[in-house]
């Protein structure tokens, strides 16, 4: 046996041509290649020196080719790399190994959406490595049988399973999804990680495997519909096991084994590192374990590989890394393709696709080949199970075992596992006895009926109308198809009696959910009582008649396309956009724009930023529709909805708009605005909790402290931000404002007393003649202003503490103190801020930017109704009501008597114009501005100002953005 092959592994960088998606934004391309390296620029900072990584490959697939009619895309350009060059590269080197009796592991690294699947599987006529290695394999297979003597055997079996929220199922045995927690995942001394009870299958041709895969993959897709998974999350790994038999130059009966493992990882989306903070379960779901704990492994045996002493590899901290110990430092030849994206709007994501595969690139493997005399391989399963024989006799004869030191439970589950990796030894040493033909006789019956049966369905899809499924993930899409043939076909769950002929599960499916007719070829679908039905992204309320490429959705999850032979052939110009068929995107992009949004509207003038918003809303939409249902059917008593945050009320002039959601308590109306990352964190939690339940877990509901639906009432919420104009302190003239503050919704939340004067460095007043003409005479030198916040009156009645955070130019933030027990609190506070040296820049903040005060509260805990943006006149004494009435009316008489002198003044420039004067007298400005209270000398400086005011009067509280508006 030669020794073992100690190599580094493999890694290939691939980068694919613009989708549709990414042409619609305009983007740009960031990547360039040359040789083996890989450039990437930062399209914030075009002009900054690229980052660089080398890898052992760097295909450029992004242009310079031309379709044949066949659909290969066939290189017109040298630098162009097609899939043969990809498969002559990689996939020679696994097919090659695999002969030689090397474990093999091909890893598909990436975004969603960045090309995986294409270098892998492949599409159409451009088929990927697995299937042209596989039919290499059997082409080989076939031709050395020709010359093979008896002896010689040659036997293929293939496995299929899916990691998911750190629980494993075995696709191809769908009886495995019942199994609580998942299937159990066993360590032998010698094999490593395996799956316990994992089904593998005989197969003769690469027809046979794509069957198998074909099979995994539908019954994945019906999983994670019932099961109210996130697809794009699950990793998928395809074991093709080879195993050659056969006599050596001595005689002796030798086995050769080669296990080729393809390891589809779920979706390398960046996850904003501060997207959870705060959150209490940032750190509870699994759903993201393994791709993290996959990272901290592959840091772990780059840095052994770089001579590092002491390093610990967490192979044991998650399921993924368990059963991926082989490949990444054991016993494989390992590759990994990292497939990109070339868009700039893909840049967070795409390097760091990059950065993890530079980090992997630096691992070592130590390869041997399998072999082993085939008799010396049953002894020794023999001996083995002797042994684990033995160790379950010493627990007492059947008797609960106390093992000093080690609680009851660890024995039983010490004794299960032993017992488990005998009936494991038991199965493999039946399978070497068993003959290959013999095997293959087992499976070919059932494989030939589901063969049958597949045929038999794709005939009648020709014919019969039927609806076939759409998945966020495009491999899943099309995998479930249900007929209505003529008659009644009845839609609902397994509480239906007698069972539905389209029998679904999961979220908000009603017993009785729906009855589709036909009659004659007219086909329609009429929702029960309390069952969720949407056509083409309306909701249904009675009976409708469906045709050709409708949009169905039912509950909140099942989302498929109906398809009608007879009508498309009756519509000529249907056949024309068959082509065109309906995507998910496309429906869940209808879905949004008939529930509001005008981001959704007709028009191809949306901006980048427009189309990201889009992009977003699709995504986050029926994840909050899925929240609400499990929150309905859990009794949680709270409901979910999208927030769109424009930029102004972040505190920003420009910016993109950003999609939250904002959960809200029914039974108080308590409001919580979560980001992106901290909802889809807790909707994994979710999830979790929900199949708990579903599966009669006792202790499904959790405290409130670990309930991913609860949030504490005193959590801090933002109210509202009030925007501060600060023009006339450039001309150090003060600001004393009354102002509404305003939520994310452009809605009043109360009102905020803030004033704001030029003052000493001591903070005393200026003298009145300290005010400036000109604000560049403030240039070099110091400047300092005090910022009163005296109080709020007419927040929210939900609030029982509040108070106010800001930031000065760029000075420290600042905050009042917190006030409790009332929705009026008084603040009282006053902060000097000052400026050493005045620059041009800090004019121009003064000039054209807003102080933006930020009001903080914390909500009342209890169960009484109340409405979360009551008047500011609603539930206050009357001595408060009257109060505030006061000084109301006085704020409005002082606006009032300003604006008052600004139209005589405006008059008086008009006039002096018409009569070409350039000089207006004095007295005659006096005589305007004369009243009590107010200083004429300082209205030079204050008229220059009064345009700049009136424009950031319009401008406050808008959204500029198009996408952002609700209808």
Known sequence: MPPPSSENVKVAVRVRPFNDREKNMNASCIIKMSGNSTEITNPNNPNDTPKRFTYDKSYWSHDGFTEQADGYLEPTEDHYADQKKVFGDLGQMVLDNAWQGYNCCLFAYGQTGSGKSYSIVGYRSNKGIVPVACEGLFHGIEGKRKTAS??????VFVSMLEIYNEQVRDLLNPSSFKVKGGLKVREHPQKGFYVETQAKF????????????????RNRTIASTNMNATSSRAHTIVSIEFVQKGKNERGQMMTKTSIINLVDLAGSERVDSTGATGDRLKEGAAINLSLSSLGNVIKALADMSSGKKGVRVPYRDSKLTMLLKNALGGNSKTIMIAAISPADVNYEETLSTLRYADRAKAIK???????SPTEKLIRELKEENARLQAELQKGGGGQAAVIQGIAEEEVEEMKRELEGRLQQNQAEMDQMKQSWEQRLKEVQTSQQEELEKERKKREEMKVIPHFWNLNEDPALTGMVVHFAPPGVTRVGNNKAEPQPEILLSGLTIQPEHAVVTNRKGQIVVKPCPNAKVLINGNELTDRVELHHNDRIMFGSRHLYVFHH???LA???????LE?????????????????????FGKGTDKSKDDLLLQEA??????MVSEANAMSEELRKRVRFEIALISPQSRGLKHGRTEVAVLMRNVDNDNEFLWNRNKFLNRKYLMQEMYQNFVDGDKDWDKEKDKDPFWEPPDTEVLIGCVHVYLQSLAYLIEIEELLGVTDYRGMEQ?????DIFPCADDGSELQDEDFVDDPKELLGKSATFKISISHARGLPSRICKSQCKYKFYLDRGHSTQEISGTRNPDFNHTEIVSCKMVTQQFLDYLENEALVIEIWGRQKDGNSKNRSSAAPGDSLSEQEKYELQVELNRERKRVARLEAKMAKLHDLITTAKEDDEEVIKISEIEDVLSGRGFEPHRFRAAARVIAMTERAKNYQGQVTSKACSIQ
Not at 150 to 155: A, L, T
């Open 617 to 622: 809303l699709i995504e986050l939409m029926p």
């Open 750 to 754: 109360g009102l905020v007393k803030i």
């Open 579 to 599: 082509a065109e068929k309906p995507t998910y995107d496309s429906a869940q992009q209808e879905i949004a724009a008939n529930s509001g949004f005008a981001a």
């Open 365 to 371: 493997t130590k390869a041997v080949v399998n072999e």
């Open 150 to 155: 008896q002896d010689q055997e040659f036997q």
């Open 570 to 576: 009756k519509n000529p110009a249907k056949a024309k």
């Open 565 to 567: 032979p007879q009508d």
């Open 202 to 217: 005989p197969v003769q041709s690469y027809p046979d495997i794509n069957s198998k895969i074909n099979e995994g993959t």
